[in-house]
């Protein structure tokens, strides 16, 4: 049979933009269709955007889904009549039976029509998935020919289920499994979907396209590393992590494929991953909210120190603007150390001291103890917003995973921000994190970002005189470890205590973090990289006995 | 055949507190025992409380379920060896094709032993509503006799699905369908309930026993009102809305129930439930989360009174703080309507004027327009926290729906608090519930709580001078119509238009909602009264291009 040339799409939607989805769509095809492809495959929802989460439930968004996929349509009978388009969107789909009013749907579309679709069979409704919620789930299968050759098409959720539509591949003849995703980056994902498909391909004896989605959504990073494997399992190529892309195959039979494009098979170093990850999320947060710049606090330590560094990364120098606010608990080298990071980075950098802001309440309100503790913090959060008021900077949270945790902060007041880019990092890998960015930068002989002090000195929230983190919490190794067995895998007091940990102490951390869940409501929107993140995945009633 | 007499037992459990729960089992027990009762109904997962949200995937919450039924049991069997009890609550059920590892359950306990189970078949994933997300479905039918009465059992949600296990009633000739609930209250809901229950009665020819929680958890409000229909679908009596009760009946047959207990069968006037619904909402936050007190800031208009006068009802005027914080903008009537309602309440009352609070942020970072504005929205924020920093007090936010849809307020400010009590109540009900709640204080020849001045006069934030709201938003009728359209009734800008509403103005609020949308993630927590209030229902994207 003659060999056909297909292309994977890797683009960056935004939810509800159909009109800029649209233009993506064009621009990739344009490309697909000048390098000769037949075929060229986009992600999950990529007419929409994803995840579109109860907008699904708005007749008048379904209706526009349509109308956008109509338009891209005859626009392709105009331009590329020969190209097959598959692309992924919501459909409406009333239902007596069904709360819903749509499926997540992928359709081809051939010389200006609408030639087949297929519905979403699994949805997945866990973690940071809704959509049991919001679209009912299909049944028929759907696969088509390009030059003879058989091509079967099934959606992200699909693969990961056993006795799914995949196990049907066999009986159509498929020798191609189109995969549309959106798939959420998460640390080490990556190389589980690589070995997920390649079982499934061998299984079948079908050469799998694996197309994702790229770029930040709210909390979720989707990662692109679009992949294709053939049938005996082996990668043949992927697509680039993080960024845009679009790759090209010449297939011959399901055991036989040739990358156009050369890319590597090698996935990217672990620390390399979670710093882009973190940097798009961010970028793209900024960019789809259509803000120009963003603002921080810098204190001297590490949190700050990081985000900061991450900034300048993901928006350019010019964007970043940093903020010292110190007190009486100040110490000089926090100044020091928040002075030489702005230097370090060429950021802008302004020193705004507090007591002449927090005094009149220390004096009005007669406040001592944790009150007067709170009371810097929210004055800080008050100036932030007031510069963002009057400048028009998004204000960035600087919190990490750990303190978030247990609640280790002052609501309204360090906790104030319109995105947090650590909020899903524990604090471990806040350093690791730190020592990787130094580390890239000498390697290519540029300054380090960050001061070598901001990483080895102990941490504090210097709201009393020589406090530092370890009065209250124990060792960050202990802490991340312990929450790590909580949280990230939902194990009891009494698991945790048969592991060997104190059980005094893994109380007291459990308590802290269920009665946290109040503070992390009310916290910013930030990058989610881990398996439980809160929020989304950990959802916990606020009024509860279960400590 | 025999009477039998059996007990609707409608009590307020809170999540996680398996002891506690226990303790209001044993105590509802110990009543309709000695009441002669034969067998006792309670709500949905009284013994965990509900809704548990994720905690459902932790197995340790399930065996802590577990045990609490045993422990049920045991004691059942050495104090009340022949009351049957019918219970419901969260049961592990591993199953490898599904994400969640429990049913929603229920249980007989006859004689100190388990004698059968039923789990809910149809799992609600809608409004505030996720069971698909955490429980596995049951497909078995359960029943029992009864001094030779048949009796079936179902769960909330199973009856308002057509062909669901409710049509299975007459092949198991059931006299007495008994449905356990966990049904929150929404405004007109209570009809609705006996209707589609006295439906079911004459279709299926049984008798129906609807067993309710009672209670606030969170944002949702239990309204109890458990009642029991004869098989000829009419009302044989209705327990207390908003309270714990005990409802006792004699069951002849499905046609021939008597209340021994005597309630009404009318249902309270709407603005009185309303009312209720926010008082118990507000009580049982309080309680249920150890506060011991609320304080909250006064400003002299509607909004602030009427949460003032919800909080005495709801905790007593010793419980209740206010504290005005007038600034150079307030003008005199406001602080007089703040003085007079605080002496109508009865409670304790301070003035702390922000001016000297407000100056050094003006002075040193040189504020002005919206940015000079907020920061004395943000100063009083702060107060408050300090305040109950200090004195251990919850903060109540003020805001009403109105308002936190379209976003006109100032985030870390006049939103800053833990509850927000009137937090789903529309700005036009706001003025209707103070009218009303004056007209009961006069008809009860009390004083009316709410000053006359506060009802009357013109809304305004007061942060410029002789700022009005309607300088910035719609007359608020008109205002309040359009959210209801558009966020309600989740209908389109056009097909608002098409009602006959001005395109320009429907789009501008249709932008302030969608927008207003990261604002309302970070507000607290308060009391959800219509079918559609945000957060739990309304879940859209925050990075989202649909305006």
Redesign the interface.
């Known amino acids: 049979m003659p060999i056909f040339r297909f292309a994977i799409a890797q683009v960056n939607p935004?939810?509800?933009?159909f009109v800029?989805n649209l233009e993506l769509i064009k621009t990739a095809c344009n490309q697909a269709s000048s390098s000769g492809a037949d075929l060229v495959v986009f992600g999950e929802m990529v007419i929409s955007?994803y995840?579109?989460?109860?907008?699904a439930?708005?007749?008048?968004?379904l209706q526009?889904s349509a109308e956008s996929l109509a338009n891209l349509a005859a626009w392709l009978e105009a331009n590329h009549p020969n190209l097959d388009v598959l692309v992924g969107l919501p459909l409406a789909d009333k239902n007596e039976?069904s709360?819903s009013v749509a499926t997540n749907s992928a359709v081809l579309i051939r010389a200006g029509r609408v030639a087949g679709k297929y519905d979403k069979h699994h949805l997945?409704?866990?973690s940071v998935f809704?959509e049991?919620?919001i679209f009912n789930s299909g049944s028929d299968y759907f696969s088509f020919e390009v030059k003879g050759h058989r091509i079967g098409v099934v959606i992200c959720e699909d693969i990961w289920q056993?006795g799914g539509p995949v196990g049907h591949t066999k009986a159509e003849g498929i020798e191609l499994l189109c995969v549309l995703n959106g798939s959420p980056f998460e640390i080490s994902k990556a190389d589980t979907r690589v070995q997920l498909v390649s079982n499934i391909a061998k299984k079948y004896n079908c050469a799998v396209a694996y197309s994702n989605l790229v770029g930040?959504?709210?909390d979720l990073v989707f990662d692109g590393d679009s992949f294709v494997v053939s049938a005996n399992g082996s990668l043949v190529a992927r697509g680039k992590q993080f960024e845009s892309d679009l790759l090209l195959f010449d297939f011959d039979s399901a055991n036989h494929i040739s990358a156009i494009t050369s890319q590597s098979v090698e996935p990217a170093d672990e620390l390399w991953q979670i710093w882009h990850a973190l940097r798009l999320g961010l970028a793209?947060?900024v960019a789809?909210?259509s803000f120009k710049s963003v603002i921080l606090g810098l204190s001297g330590g590490i949190d700050s120190a990081l985000c900061a560094a991450l900034a300048v990364d993901a928006l350019g120098k010019e964007r970043v603007f940093g903020v010292a606010m110190p007190s009486e608990y100040s110490s000089q080298h926090s100044l020091d150390d928040a002075a030489d990071l702005a230097r370090r980075l060429d950021i802008d950098y302004r020193i705004?001291p507090i007591a002449?802001?927090v005094e009149?309440?220390d004096k009005?309100?007669?406040?001592?103890?944790?009150?007067a503790e709170?009371?810097q913090a929210?004055?800080r959060?008050?100036?932030l917003?007031?510069?963002s008021?009057?400048e028009g900077h998004l204000v960035l949270t600087t919190g990490n995973k750990t303190e978030i945790s247990v609640g280790y902060s002052t609501?309204?007041g360090d906790s104030?921000g319109?995105f947090a880019p650590i909020k899903d990092v524990p604090k471990t890998l806040v350093w690791e994190l730190a020592k990787w960015r130094n580390r890239i930068a000498r390697e290519l002989s540029e300054i380090e970002p960050i001061p070598e002090n901001s990483i080895s000195k102990p941490p504090s929230a210097e709201l009393r005189p020589g406090q530092v983190d370890q009065d209250t919490l124990p060792d960050y190794e202990l802490l991340d470890a312990l929450l790590e067995l909580y949280v990230g895998q939902?194990?009891?007091?009494?698991?945790i205590v048969a592991l060997g940990f104190e059980r005094e102490l893994v109380s007291k951390i459990s308590r802290l973090v269920d009665s946290a869940e109040?503070k992390r409501?009310?916290?910013?929107?930030g990058t989610k990289i881990t398996a439980i993140a809160f929020g989304r995945?950990?959802?916990?009633?606020?009024?509860?006995?279960?400590?």
Chains 1, 2 share one sequence.
């Open positions: 935004i939810v509800g933009d800029g955007g995840p579109i989460e109860d907008l439930k708005n007749e008048s968004f526009d039976q709360w997945p409704n866990y809704d049991y919620r056993e930040g959504q709210d793209d947060y789809k909210n705004e002449d802001l009149p309440f009005q309100l007669g406040l001592s103890g944790l009150a709170n009371i929210r004055v959060g008050s100036l917003m007031a510069l008021n009057s609501i309204y104030v319109g939902r194990k009891s007091v009494s698991e109040w409501r009310q916290s910013a929107i995945d950990r959802r916990l009633p606020i009024t509860n006995r279960y400590r």
